[in-house]
């Protein structure tokens, strides 16, 4: 692990795409575009998972956010891929949907033991 100023940076950091800013002293990590392209793939990943894991239990979006304990507007913008979600948000959705939460990640078709608790 590489220790900086103002955080850690571990080596499997540099595989999303973050590196250390060559021209800042300020110890700062700089984003990458692989990082960004990464984070949104991830995002209309979710999106999409959550959307159809709700569907698939014939769930509104309030009957999701009741169940997850947050608010509906929260589960909108995470399946129009715009949320920062946290992972307690994310672990409650999981719940919710009796999901694994690798589940929530995975593409369809992928890792049959991340689609369900109960496959």
Do not use: W, Y
Not at 2 to 14: L, T
Not at 47 to 73: T, W, Y
Not at 76 to 93: C, K, P
Not at 98 to 117: H, I, T
């Amino acid at each position: 692990m590489i220790v900086r100023k103002r955080g850690v940076v571990s080596p499997n950091m540099a595989n999303c795409g973050l590196h250390q800013a060559k021209d800042s002293g300020s110890g700062r990590l700089a984003i990458s575009e692989s990082f960004l392209q990464t984070q949104s793939q991830l995002r209309a990943t979710l999106a999409r998972r959550v959307k159809e894991r709700r569907h698939s239990s014939k769930m509104s979006q309030r009957d999701l956010a009741e169940r997850a304990g947050i608010r509906q507007a929260l589960v909108s913008q995470i399946e129009l891929g715009e949320a920062n979600v946290t992972l307690d948000s994310l672990l409650r959705i999981a719940i919710a949907l009796d999901v694994d939460l690798a589940g929530l990640f995975a593409a369809k078709g992928d890792d049959p033991r991340a689609g369900s608790k109960h496959s």
